[in-house]
């Protein structure tokens, strides 16, 4: 039996040239025939479908805004930077874009839903149903009576959170909360619908509930004393540790917590 013969180094590097050349002559077939492809005039962007919230812009509108941004064709346009175009728009939170075979694209909004003006004047923004303050333009806010927010930058999700907490208290002793604010210092000030101001102190929702419903179930005690109704009080101060100080129209008293006077 003859041994066997090794290859010579010289015909092995042919061969494995000879592969690369044919590997690479196919990887450049396949791109060039995928850009080849890609020019076709049918995978030119012909239109947008616009689906999901749109009460404060329309389709028109929209694609108006957007299109001017969308460059590509249906395999190179940026599906995120399309996302953030639709974004820009707005009342537009969110925006999902997707390619819709052959040439165009389909875009799933979210608008803001407001809930609440953020700040102070005049620079009052809007706030949604998330806690995300956002900018857009007062006069198309169709609900009456916001309530008006405000506290340090980054902390409007807190602040609507507390006035989630309180509203209901306040509303069901017919006593609307039109602003709450969460000062500087991390304390919180109410202020109802009649103009009363309430100085609530500090702590999470569930405390300064407490202490707001505390002082709420002895409200109508104290004002009948004097002849007086839940609506004549001009003040209240509920940081005080054993009790709360109130001020009703043309009368100043002090009552201790839980109803003790």
């Known amino acids: 039996m003859n041994p066997s013969v090794a290859m010579p180094l010289d015909v092995k590097l042919m061969n494995g040239t000879a ?3 044919v590997l690479g002559f196919v990887v450049l077939s396949v791109v060039a025939g995928g850009q080849w492809l890609g020019r076709l005039p049918v995978f030119s962007l012909k239109g947008v479908t616009v689906m999901g919230d749109m009460n404060h812009n329309s389709p028109l509108t929209l694609r108006a805004n ?5 460059n590509g064709n249906f395999f190179s346009v940026d599906l995120a930077r399309a996302r953030k175009a639709f974004e820009s728009v707005p009342w537009v939170r969110h925006a999902v874009v997707r390619r819709e075979f052959p040439n165009r694209l389909r875009v799933e909004l979210q608008e803001h839903v407001a809930v609440a003006y953020w700040g102070a004047e005049p620079e009052l923004r809007l706030m949604n149903s998330y806690g995300e303050v ?5 006069g198309e806010v169709e609900q009456d009576n916001l309530p008006k927010l405000s506290g340090p930058d980054g902390q409007s999700a807190d602040v609507l959170a507390m006035y989630r907490t309180l509203a209901p208290l306040l509303t069901g002793m017919d006593m609307p909360l039109e602003l709450l604010e969460l000062t500087g210092r991390g304390s ?18 569930d405390e300064v509930g407490d202490r707001l419903q505390r002082f709420l179930k002895t409200l109508t005690q ?3 004393r004097y002849a007086r109704s839940p609506g004549s009080l001009e003040s209240a101060d509920l940081r005080h540790v054993n009790g709360y100080a109130v001020k009703l129209r043309g009368v100043t008293t002090l009552a201790a ?4 006077k």
Do not use: H, M, Q, Y
């Not at 956002?134 to 007062?138: D, K, Q, T, V, W």
């Not at 917590?257 to 003790?260: E, R």
């Open 66 to 70: 957007v299109a001017p941004g969308l």
């Open 19 to 21: 592969l690369l050349l």
């Open 188 to 205: 919180w000030r109410a202020r109802l619908d009649g103009g009363a101001v309430i100085e609530l102190g500090r702590g999470a929702p």
């Open 134 to 138: 956002f900018e857009a333009n007062l």
């Open 257 to 260: 917590d839980g109803g003790k």
């Open 222 to 224: 104290v004002t009948s």
